[in-house]
């Protein structure tokens, strides 16, 4: 795994701000919405790339127990200024691919929101996903997050024009009869489909409860979402969550919520 790209990346990325802009909150609010789910007063939770604390935070406020793992120094220290006094919460620096230094079934809530963005390789993101499960206990919950290629490619590609996707074509970085995603360490995030994800739990003994459109088309239509009121936008919500799992529309995300019970 190399870590240079993704250190200068977040050393430099606002990771605060994308999750708290209008547009942005909705795959938080979509994350915590199913945490809540199995959720248990003064659960363990463990967050694995856990950027500058935005979920444990989050969940240590409401009063879980949380031990954090973060691979950037940088956002360890945003992370330690955003604590506040009483918060039940840990972090370390360390890797996705090695969590030796937390014991086997511990954990009620295992969150993997940000490591397999960047990780290249089927051996590299078995092993943090087994790293994951093998430190949740027996009936706890694993949340994996992915970036799904087609929601990337309309928001940045079609739509926003921030990248040229006929250059990706003649890069070689799509695949010209299908449009799947190839990547590499130096473009930072690694774009999949759901038939990549289904192919890559197939090793595990977990079962799958949800497969989630963790943001749907906010980032799609990030201007108008943005220009929502309160009311507005509570109603985008609603509909979102109500949606959010229909076959039909789980490739029209930016990002995927695949959630697992060991």
Known sequence: METH????????????????????????????????RYLQPGA??????????????????????????????????????NTMPGEAVTVAQGNALDLSGFESDSYDITLLLGPLYHLYTPEDKRR???EAIRVTRPGGVIFAAYVISDGCLLDE??????????????????????????????????????????ALMAAFPVTRLHYVAADGCALLLREEVDCMDEEQFGLFM????????????????SHALDILRK
């Open 5 to 36: 790209y993704i250190r200068e990346f977040y050393s430099h990325f606002d990771e605060d701000g994308r999750l708290t802009s209008r547009h942005g909150s909705v795959e938080f609010i979509t994350t915590m919405h199913y945490i809540h």
């Open 44 to 81: 363990r939770v463990l967050e694995i790339g856990a950027g500058t604390g935005r979920y444990s935070h989050a969940l240590a406020r409401e009063g879980c127990r949380v031990d954090a793992v973060e691979l950037v120094e940088h956002n360890i220290e945003v992370f330690r200024q």
């Open 128 to 130: 943090a996903l087994a």
């Open 157 to 198: 590609g079609f739509r926003h024009q921030n990248i040229d996707i006929a250059q990706y074509l003649q890069e070689g970085l799509l695949d010209p009869e299908t449009f799947a995603a190839f990547s590499q360490p130096k473009d930072l995030f690694e774009l999949v489909r759901k038939e990549d994800v289904d």
């Open 238 to 253: 609603r509909y979102h969550l109500a949606v959010c799992e229909r076959p039909d529309l789980l490739g029209v995300t």
